[in-house]
């Protein structure tokens, strides 16, 4: 499940569409959602969350599956 905690209105893009929020989710899900969803959303640099460190790691394990 997923909450969206905070939206920042100063960062809405009328033209693209492309809304700026803070969510709440389990590391696990929010990563499931981002791998299969990629060209919805982003992490932002100053993300600490770990989901950028645990997409890197699915990456390597499935480079390694298949080469």
């Not at 909450?3 to 492309?18: A, K, L, N, T």
């Not at 709440?24 to 770990?50: Q, R, Y």
Request: net charge neutral.
């Amino acid at each position: 499940m997923f909450q969206i905690d905070v939206e920042y209105p100063r960062y809405i893009s009328r033209d693209e569409g492309v809304r700026r929020v803070k969510v709440t989710s389990c590391k696990g899900a929010l990563t499931n959602w981002l791998i299969n969803v990629p060209e919805l959303a982003w992490v932002e640099n100053d993300d600490h969350s770990g989901v950028v460190d645990e997409m890197k790691a699915r990456a390597q394990r499935v480079m390694k599956v298949y080469g």
